[in-house]
């Protein structure tokens, strides 16, 4: 079992920053990968960005640039800083690991960008 638990979601103006903090209860090197998914009022869940163990990461195109995703080992957490924010970044964000073929999800944290 991996548990994972996020947190500094908020509240933000458009163009502000926001960094998302995803804690696994595992070591992350016992992980395949990691990731932030999110999802928006009536919108499917979408990827956002994801990590390897070997450090290799992908983003999806409408946040390239202006997200970066992050892990530090020790702290067996992953962190995904968010920059020049849109209204349209609003949603609820999952951290996502993956291990053995399991998916494990986080309970969520809430993003809100005004305009």
């Known amino acids: 079992q991996v548990q994972l638990v996020e947190s500094g979601g908020g509240l933000v103006q458009a163009g502000g920053s926001l960094r998302l903090s995803c804690a696994a209860s595992v070591s992350i090197f016992s992980i395949n990968a990691m990731g932030w998914y999110r999802q928006a009022p009536g919108k499917q869940r979408e990827l956002v960005a994801t990590?390897?163990?070997?450090?290799?990461?992908n983003y999806a195109d409408s946040v390239k640039g202006r997200f970066t995703i992050s892990s530090d080992i020790a702290k067996k957490t992953i962190y995904l800083q968010m920059n020049s924010l849109k209204p349209e970044d609003t949603a609820v964000y999952y951290c996502n690991a993956k291990r053995s073929l399991m998916d494990y999800w986080g309970q969520g944290t809430q993003v809100t960008v005004s305009s």
């Open positions: 990590i390897t163990i070997g450090g290799n990461t």
